[in-house]
């Protein structure tokens, strides 16, 4: 089955604290793996994409195929990366057709 | 507009009555997805339109879900007897072409079911 995980509901951290939100994914193709950000009040928007080996706000995110993984990273959190964080996984709809798979999403608060 | 735009922002019905939730895509978007948020289920995929078919309605959870689409613009997603469970937040996102990715979503419509 084609899915996503991530296995942590919730994550606090105090500010200037490493933070890793984890994803793992299971997929038989060559996976696209992104992360999308819902800060409090705010539409759901795209944070970053494996493909674009991006560091976004801080963050990073490196695929790795071996552990199927695509851990989410940030060296020194900040209270402003408060926010509910979601992995997802681009598959095939049919075609060349594609949708997002997401994972349930990382509650994550970054205390003062 | 600018972005993905969804009406109502809330919606409050009782058990057993339809209602309708209604996704205006960023124009010249060809593709739009409808979205489930709830809490401990994450974002589910309801279903998929190019243009105004649906090649994708994979995700909608029973045959009281329906969707639409017209003029390869707005789309409407139909609940008809409405459960409890149905409750969630509905979002809605929009893309150039059928890539599966995009930017950002709509504000979503809250659903209460009474």
């Known amino acids: 089955a084609q899915r996503v995980t991530q296995p942590e509901k919730l994550l606090s951290v105090f500010k200037g604290a490493p933070v890793e939100l984890k994803c793992n994914y299971s997929y038989s193709g060559s996976p696209e793996l992104f992360w999308y950000v819902q800060y409090s009040r705010q539409r759901l928007q795209l944070l970053l994409r494996h493909i674009s080996r991006e560091s976004i706000k801080g963050f990073t995110a490196d695929l790795n195929k071996g552990e199927t993984s695509f851990h989410l990273k940030k060296p020194f959190a900040q209270e402003e990366d408060s926010a509910m964080y979601y992995c997802?996984?681009?598959?095939?709809?049919?075609?060349?057709?594609?949708?997002?798979?997401f994972g349930k999403g990382t509650l994550l608060t970054v205390n003062p | 507009g600018a972005g993905v735009s969804q009406s109502p922002s809330n919606k409050v019905t009782e058990k057993g009555k339809d209602v309708e939730l209604r996704c205006d895509p960023i124009s010249g978007h060809t593709a739009l997805y409808w979205y489930r948020q709830s809490l401990g289920q994450g974002l589910e995929f309801l279903i998929y339109f190019q243009g105004n078919s649906a090649p994708d309605k994979s995700g909608l959870p029973s045959d009281r879900f329906s969707a639409e689409r017209t003029g390869g613009s707005v789309s409407t997603l139909t609940i008809q007897r409405t459960q409890q469970e149905d409750s969630a937040v509905y979002l809605c996102a929009s893309s150039l072409r059928a890539s599966g990715t995009f930017g950002f979503f709509g504000p979503g419509t809250r659903l209460t079911v009474l």
């Open positions: 997802a996984l681009k598959m095939s709809s049919g075609g060349s057709n594609y949708k997002l798979t």
